[in-house]
Each structure stands twice: as structure tokens, then as C-alpha cells.
């Protein structure tokens, strides 16, 4: 039988809830049953015959927020997303009770396991999914070098 009801907390309780849940929101711990970190926004990668597909789910985002980079093998995300339903609805702080959905600045770096081409890289966002296509670079065959003598 719960002690209290939601609607019927302890303010002091209900306090120290918001407020460790504040500290340990930017904390990644490693120990089972605390909060464990998980990446944001979660990937797919995908290698075809021509390209590397990495898809990425981002609801309630806009291609403003959006900015992609690549370099040294790196394909950086970055974005914003805004604070969900109680920005829009003028819910109070202390009226939630789980907050499990992230908002705000965030950064995802992906490592590209091959050589792409810089030239051909594209990406589209449509109903809040993210496809960033990275075609390969065509094999370079070995060549041979010539030895000539010293003289």
C-alpha cells in the first residue's frame, strides 16, 4: 500500500525527487540499476554495396536544428530539441513525475569504418527520421613501382 498519493505528495520528497533527478540527468554511471547512459539520438548503420546508410530517429525535430559534419573519418550530429509537451502546455516543473524523454543541446559522434567520397555525401529529414547517405570511394587498385638501378 503506497504511503502517499501523487496528487497528494510531500513537498520535501517531492523537492529532493527534482532535484536528484536535476544532478544525475548529466551524469553517466555505470552501476546496474542507476541511471545508465544511453547515446542520442540512437543510430542504424547500415554498409551496401555502394554506400554506408545511417539512419537516425529525431520526433519533434526540425532540419533547422539539425547540423551534420564529417572530418578525419568523424561524422558528427549535432542538434537542439526543444523541452517536450510541458513548454507547449504550460505544465508546471514539479508536476512531473518521470522524465525519460531528452531535450536540449546534444552532439553524437559516429566513426566511419571505410574511405568515403567528400564529394557525393547527402542527407534528408522527413517525418523526424534522419538519412545521411556516404557513398564509398571506389578500391584502389595497387600499383607497381618501378626499381631502377642506382646508376
Do not use: C
Not at 8 to 15: A, E, F, G, I
Not at 42 to 47: D, M, R
Not at 72 to 83: A, D, E, I, M
Amino acid at each position: 500500500m503506497p504511503i502517499f498519493r501523487w496528487d497528494q505528495s510531500w513537498n520535501p520528497l517531492r523537492d529532493l525527487e527534482r532535484e536528484v533527478d536535476r544532478l544525475i540527468q548529466g551524469v553517466e554511471f555505470s552501476v546496474q540499476g542507476i541511471r545508465m547512459p544511453r547515446q542520442y539520438p540512437a543510430v542504424n548503420i547500415f554498409e551496401l554495396e555502394h554506400e554506408f546508410l545511417i539512419t537516425a530517429e529525431l520526433p519533434g525535430m526540425e532540419v533547422e536544428d539539425l547540423e551534420l559534419t564529417i572530418a578525419n573519418s568523424v561524422l558528427t550530429l549535432k542538434g537542439h530539441r526543444n523541452s517536450p509537451v510541458a513548454e507547449n502546455e504550460n505544465i508546471p516543473e514539479e508536476r512531473f513525475r518521470r522524465r525519460e524523454r531528452t531535450f536540449g543541446e546534444w552532439q553524437r559522434s559516429i566513426s566511419i569504418p571505410d574511405r568515403i567520397s567528400d564529394e557525393q555525401l547527402s542527407a534528408e529529414f522527413n517525418d523526424g527520421v534522419l538519412k545521411i547517405h556516404l557513398p564509398k570511394l571506389e578500391e584502389e587498385l595497387p600499383r607497381q613501382i618501378p626499381v631502377s638501378s642506382g646508376e
